[in-house]
């Protein structure tokens, strides 16, 4: 889970099936699935999370209207916690607690992956 502090998050599905949840205030919450084709959207400061609900990759492409890309998960907010708060808020070992901060997946932008081709 993770949420964009300075952008909102437009998203267009290209490949596969997902699902995306966004948190709203309180208790509030949404679940869509997505295939080919769709578009998403999360104003920024939100939460969510998208899973593959399918049986091959699922790819899309996130978009941001941003000189900045911002990101900040929720491993890396607990990261930022003393370990017994964080136990003690969310009911867990602080064993378990260690292992969870440590599986933080980032995103990585397409740049990153882009090819450089011969002409």
Request: hydrophobic share 35%; aromatic share 12%; charged share 20%.
């Amino acid at each position: 889970m993770h949420w964009h502090q300075n952008q909102d998050e437009w998203q267009y599905y290209i490949g596969g099936q997902g699902r995306m949840t966004v948190f709203f205030n309180g208790t509030l919450a949404r679940t869509q699935d997505f295939e080919a084709g769709d578009v998403g959207y999360i104003p920024k400061t939100l939460p969510h999370y998208i899973e593959n609900t399918g049986n091959t990759d699922l790819v899309f492409l996130e978009m941001f209207k941003t000189d900045t890309f911002m990101e900040l998960s929720l491993n890396g907010w607990l990261k930022t916690l003393p370990p017994e708060l964080t136990a003690q808020t969310i009911d867990i070992d602080p064993l378990k607690n260690s292992d969870l901060v440590k599986q933080d997946v980032p995103v990585v932008p397409a740049c990153f992956f882009a090819r450089k081709t011969r002409r």
